[in-house]
């Protein structure tokens, strides 16, 4: 089993930069394929970006493509979410997943482990 902590949201004004990490504990974190999804108010939660066990290959959804890039550490059990010229619509709950296969997916119910989320918030 796999904890995961999310920190580093916030509040930030349109154009801004945040870095989400997300730290893991318990079993060895380089097995896992690990992704970010997020939640704004009143929508599905959807995938943002994800990046496969060895860090070489990495997924982003449209709307996040040129703004955003994921990292991973996997000596520090870390994943790391680099978010770039944000907007308002980018204004959101952001969950790290953990996912045995070594496949990005973008379907909430392939991952098994979760953190708690952290709040992103864009004012215009």
């Known amino acids: 089993q796999v904890q995961l902590v999310e920190s580093g949201g916030g509040l930030v004004q349109a154009g801004g930069s945040l870095r989400l990490s997300c730290a893991a504990s318990?079993?060895?974190?380089?097995?896992?394929?690990m992704a970010w999804f997020r939640q704004a108010p009143g929508e599905e939660r959807e995938i943002v970006s994800g990046i496969r066990k060895s860090g070489v290959s990495t997924y982003f959804a449209d709307s996040v493509k040129g703004r955003f890039s994921i990292s991973r550490d996997n000596v520090g059990n870390t994943v790391y979410l680099q978010m770039n010229s944000l907007k308002p619509e980018d204004t959101a709950v952001y969950y790290c997943a953990a996912r045995y296969w070594d496949v990005v997916s973008s379907k909430q119910s392939d991952y098994v482990y979760w953190g708690q989320g952290t709040q992103v918030t864009v004012s215009s």
């Open positions: 318990g079993r060895a974190f380089s097995t896992y394929t």
